[in-house]
């Protein structure tokens, strides 16, 4: 049968390739799917109690050179400069006591974070009623495979640091009582 009518330069144009069936791939329930363990990206040395004084901006400022030096991430200003900025939108503190500072990078290989405790609690400057007493910042990579990522870590800080588990790491902010505090939780 000819295309004629459909292909005018069938004789100049090199002829398909057979088409090759395409597997179906089918993802996992979301259950089923390997679960982001806030307890395995954290280390006892990403863990801190930042000094007293400081202010959201400053308490963001200690988290991120913090966790730039003990990640080998190199200066971190630019890190900074974008959590900042995020944080100028709407806030990241919830009404559990918990800030989740966070941006994209570029030539991040994977997400890292650190969790700074505030044991004397700090009002957030733009809800004034809400108190942060626990600031998970973390930066993820920012490429499009890595986006669902940084979804399920934001929804799995959100669920896991509920008032219940902030009073009980606050009350034994030992680094490894508290990771132990954290991933008993995740285990549960």
Not at 38 to 50: A, F, K, M, S, Y
Not at 136 to 161: D, I, K, M, W, Y
């Amino acid at each position: 049968m000819s295309l004629g009518w459909f292909n005018k330069k069938k004789d100049a144009e090199p002829a398909a390739a057979p088409a090759v069936p395409v597997p179906v791939v089918t993802p996992a329930p979301v259950a089923a799917r390997k679960a982001l363990s806030i307890g395995r990206i954290l280390r006892e040395d990403l863990v801190v109690v930042p000094p007293a004084g400081l202010d959201k901006d400053g308490l963001i400022a200690f988290l991120a050179k913090e966790l730039c030096g003990k990640a080998g991430l190199g200066d971190h200003a630019p890190y900074l400069a974008k959590v900042l900025e995020r944080e100028q939108g709407i806030s990241t503190t919830l009404d559990t006591g918990l800030a989740v500072p966070h941006a994209r990078m570029d030539n991040l290989p994977e997400i890292c974070a650190v969790l700074g405790l505030v044991p004397a609690g700090l009002p957030d400057p733009k809800q004034t009623d809400l108190t942060i007493r626990a600031v998970f910042l973390f930066f993820s990579p920012n490429r499009q495979e890595a986006f669902t990522q940084h979804l399920h870590l934001l929804r799995g800080v959100s669920t896991l640091f509920q008032p219940a588990l902030i009073d009980a790491i606050l009350k034994d902010p030992a680094p490894a009582a508290v990771l132990k505090a954290i991933r008993d939780k995740e285990a549960a």
